[in-house]
């Protein structure tokens, strides 16, 4: 078992009533009120975080307007370097106590927590490497005289981020990361159940020496600190993590400004599974493709389609792989699920399986809530429905918990039609050893990210998007960098 008398966790938390952390400090909301965030591994309120309105939105925007204006702006690409590096070495250093923080604020296992170390730390040093990439072109032109071309980027202004609840620890990084390369600043709406990672990181922050108002943190609820922060008119982008249904929300709300947007939304990602895959690792594969962080990723491949003639026997060996994982307390490091979020997204979830039993589907194993001692908090069986037809709402609706729909497929054209027919398009894999099926899949899947022979593998400098309702701009990869910068075209008259 972790120690979660641990001094660091404990100082943070030793007062559980946590303001907004607004121009380098905490700052309690104005109205004075607070919302209650939860462990969800017993139910238990672990903090008391002040309920954001456009009042204290206001206060957060003008202080990231200042700090954009400030001696911010005259930061050099090499000294906007020089601090990613040092936010890199303190968040390495503090990490243990991230993680930590985070397992008790959203559930995820600490192994999962702590295992997602590298890569965020090379999240971050790969935007400290492209504080040196904000560059235009200078572009030849026929224009009659003797005139110059050229475009030069520079940093679009406020950027709001929204981020979710199933890893802001992690998820932070792609608008904090990318305001600290190009020079922009932030105003952080992390959810509601989860907030705690990003106040933390706020504060280690301005240890780091990012100067105030650079990045600043407002909590609260989606409806009130959310919405005020989409529609602010002192927001210039929007970078907005969640589910399709608010990302409609904030299209409309960016309207009044025309803000920019980048909107990673909700999938239901098909894995594709032919008969001639090697079953040993697609097995393990799909099963982790669904139930990592319990289910609660927005590119779990959920519709699991799998070739007939196997269909039975992967099944099966699915299932018994389900079987070996060890559902539990997240701060033990042997537990490799842990619970969902909320009340509202286990009530969510459990909905999902009693309609996918009415609708036809075989219950191939899980479904059920997990009791005994672990019965305060919010954790559900993994669970495989068998036999699905991707008609049903199961395989048409993101659930966002352990529940992978089985759908058996014929030929390589009908999985192909199959996994197009949703109106999401985040993610999708294949399974094979042809390079013909891997051809034909990688290019027909419509999807911003095709897995071959594996699952849920994202590089920093290779760019993460969607088609169709999954949303669209860049996160990951010189694109997402763009997304933070205007491009401007000069015209120099030399004569
Ligand atoms: P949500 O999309 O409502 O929440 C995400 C963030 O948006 C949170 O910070 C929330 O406070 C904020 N928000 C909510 N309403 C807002 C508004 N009107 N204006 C501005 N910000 C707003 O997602 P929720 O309700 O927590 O989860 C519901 C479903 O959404 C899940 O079951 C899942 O299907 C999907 N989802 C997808 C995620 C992904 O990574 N693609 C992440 C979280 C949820
Ligand atoms: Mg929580």
Redesign the pocket.
Known sequence: MNDISKPPVVNFLANPEKDHFIDGQWKPSLSGERVDSFNPANGRVLAKLARGTKDDVDVAVAAARRAFEGPWSRFTPHQRQALLIKVHDLIEKNYDELALLESLDMGAPVARTAGVKNWMLQVIMYFASQTMNCNGQTIQNSLPGNFTTMTIQAPVGVVGG?????GPLMSQWWVVGAALATGCTAVM?????ASLTVLRTAELLIEAGVPPGVVNVVTG???EA??A??SHPGVDRIA????TQ?GR??IK?SAGNMKRLQL????KSPDIVFADADLDKAVPGAAMAVFSNTGQV?YAGTRLFVERSIHEAFVERLVAFGKTLKVGDPLDPTVQLGPLISQR?LD?VMSYVSIGGKEGAQLASGGGRVGGALAGGYFIEPTIFSNVSNSMTIARE?I?GPVISVIPFDTADEALRLANDTEYGLGGAVWTRSVNTMTKMMHGIKAGTVWVNCYGVVDPAVGFGGYKQSGYGWKGGPQHVDGFLYQKSVCINGD
Do not use: V
Request: with cysteine; aromatic share 8%; charged share 20%.
């Open positions: 929204i981020i979710p609840w199933n709406k992390p959810a509601e159940d609820l989606g409806s959310g919405a922060l989409a907005f993590t969640g589910s608010t929300e904030i709300a990673e939304l909700g999938g927005c997204q969510r993101e966002f």
